[in-house]
């Protein structure tokens, strides 16, 4: 079956500019999460989504990044105003539960550079 | 403060030598296990975890973790490695304050040689 996808693969964009990653989860999983990696940097936990409940917004780093999830299912991962320090991957990933014992599925990432 | 500490951040060795990446947490409370790999421009991909049950974990391409709950380890051993194994592994911990979400360590990148 298919996998977590993400689009676009890579994105450049410049200082100031907003920007919005899509993640496709994989069909009937429940949980969706958003993660950031910084070049030598472990995951940065970003965001997560269970079901239709409130999302844990508490990885996010400023106001400046928000995150929804329509229908249950694909999410938009969206940053004004860019700025430099937003340059990394943005990985997402799914699992059919929420659950410390869940494996999470990861899409390929989003390369974002900031200009 | 909670954490995960993967204590080697780049591992060299030669293709066939045996490989052990390291990984320690700090938890009081009992804990989820997992290895993630990742090749280049991919995502992670699970290599194993460990719930409960047997501390010796084996997982695919021939990699085995080895939970150790005095030590608060949970360290990857392959005897015998490919070139296609040079990837980048990370360590991850569920659980720690109650979180479902996983903490990450920050990767240690696996370089096999010819």
Redesign the interface.
């Known amino acids: 079956g298919a996998g977590?996808s993400q689009s676009p693969s890579n994105k450049v964009t410049e200082k100031g500019k907003d920007v919005e990653l899509r993640c496709d989860p994989i069909s009937g999983h429940t949980?969706l999460?958003w993660?950031r990696q910084s070049l030598?940097?472990?995951?940065e936990?970003l965001i997560?989504f269970?079901g239709n409940s409130a999302p844990?917004k508490s990885?996010l780093p400023s106001d400046r990044f928000s995150a929804e999830r329509t229908g249950g299912s694909v999410s938009t991962l969206t940053i004004q105003r860019t700025q430099q320090e937003d340059s990394a991957v943005y990985?997402c990933?799914s699992s059919l539960v929420?659950?410390?014992?869940?494996?999470?599925?990861?899409?390929?990432?989003t390369r974002l550079l900031v200009l | 403060a909670q954490s995960?500490t993967q204590l080697d951040?780049q591992v060299p060795v030669f293709e066939e030598a045996p490989v052990e990446l390291r990984c320690n947490y700090s938890s009081s409370v009992s804990?989820?296990l997992?290895w993630?790999v990742q090749y280049p421009?991919?995502?992670?991909?699970?290599l194993l975890?460990y719930?409960s049950g047997s501390t010796l974990v084996k997982g695919i391409n021939g990699f085995e973790a080895e939970f150790n709950k005095s030590q608060t380890s949970f360290h990857l051993r392959k005897p015998s490695v490919h070139i296609s194994d040079t990837a980048e592994y990370?360590c991850?911990v569920?659980?720690l304050g109650g979180?479902?979400?996983?903490?990450?360590?920050?990767?240690t990148s696996l370089i096999v040689h010819p």
Do not use: C, H, M, W
């Open positions: 977590v949980a999460y993660y030598g940097q472990g995951l936990f997560y269970q844990d990885g990985l990933a929420a659950g410390k014992e869940e494996t999470q599925y990861f899409g390929p990432g | 995960v951040s804990v989820y997992f993630y421009n991919q995502g992670l991909q699970l975890k719930l990370f991850a569920s659980g979180s479902y979400i996983p903490t990450f360590g920050r990767g």
